[in-house]
């Protein structure tokens, strides 16, 4: 199903339904069709989801903070979301039951976090590096070049070393149980003032440009060695940001160009991969282990569904959706709105790596490095996940990632 197949259906039409069925029985009914979607079809999917999700007592409901997602953007990004809370819902038979709450409704990007602290919802979806405001160890990830490849983050966090590196200290210091995440890896998202220039080919060619920065640390170190010049600014005022020329470009992958509407205002798409874009789902460590044995198990399951999901459903987008490939697929919404994507040359990247990663250049990291080191028990986190991203060749493909349920070690 693309955007264009919900454009008979007006936001009052849909108001309408889930007013009358809830918000998560419309959502979740909406991504179970196909075709072309109508009014009476999405009400009576609707209707359908909604009765078979109350037709027995919750032991659990929970609230899902999605930050800006809804249906229409989550067919852009597929990070796993409304596939987890429709697998947890049916493999619980109602036990556990999940409202969804999008399109910043309850919180942002920037705040899902400690809203789930909080206790105000009792998990959320969001990006690890915005996150890390809230919860600093989410810098972990955010080592510059420390994956290769979208198949060396999914390898990780698939891998049953992830629960030592990442997980435990992320519960034991934020209380928050990491359950899965889409992956892809951050590059230079140009603005309109670079849509008649030649073709970025090395990060060289945007030394002195000025670009937005997410909640992480360590993303801005790697920028600031790059001479990229890092500005903070929040996920939502970024578009305006970019369209009013505020900035030169911003620090962010494909997926999230395309579902957050940039692309209009965005006119290369530097492949810089520099360090992680991971948009995961996470859920308050008390909420988990107020639950059963059982459906502590069937979280587990959803999540690793979920993150299978992501894994494969988000390199298809990328390619059919996005137009994140060369060459670039006809009707996609880079080509639509004329983004031309930068994939920089092995030589290229070795370039811009050379110039910021811990491997090259240790001293501005060590600081950084070290407190992440006692976070997690005095191990080298860097040096851990690096070597695990290389465990696996350089050139396999996503696809080729074997799904392990890390949780069983």
Known sequence: ?????????????????????????TVLALGGLTGA??????????????????????????RFGAAGFNLRN??????????FVRDIEERTDGEIRVEFIGDNQICGQLDCVTRTQEGIVDMFSASTQNSAGGAPYF???DFAFMFPTRASQYYFFYHPASNAIL??????????????????????????AWRDRPLVTSVTDLAGTSNRVTGTQLGRIAMELMQLNPRPIAWEETLDGLRQGLIDGAETWASAVAYANMSPVVSQCVDLGFFCGTEHTAMSAETFNGMSDELQEAVMESAYLAQISAQFANEAALVNTVGFSDPQMPGTIFAEHGVRNAFLSPEARREAEEM?????????????????????GGMDTYTEVYNIAREIPADMLVENVEPRRWWRG
């Open 167 to 192: 997980r435990e200290p992320l519960e034991r210091m934020h209380g928050l149980k990491f359950l899965f995440t889409h992956c892809e890896l951050r590059g230079i998202m140009l603005g309109n």
């Open 356 to 376: 910021c990663s811990p491997e090259f250049v240790p001293g501005p990291w060590e600081q950084w490095r070290e407190r992440i080191n006692n976070w997690a």
């Open 139 to 141: 810098n972990v990830l």
């Open 1 to 25: 199903m693309t955007k264009r197949d919900l454009t008979g259906i007006s936001r009052r039409d849909f108001l309408r339904i889930t007013q009358r069925f809830g918000i998560s029985s």
């Open 37 to 62: 979607v109508t009014l009476p079809r999405l009400a009576k999917a609707a209707e359908s989801a909604y009765e078979k999700r109350f037709s027995s007592e919750a032991r659990h409901t929970l």
């Open 74 to 83: 989550l067919l852009i990004e597929r990070n796993g979301i409304l596939e």
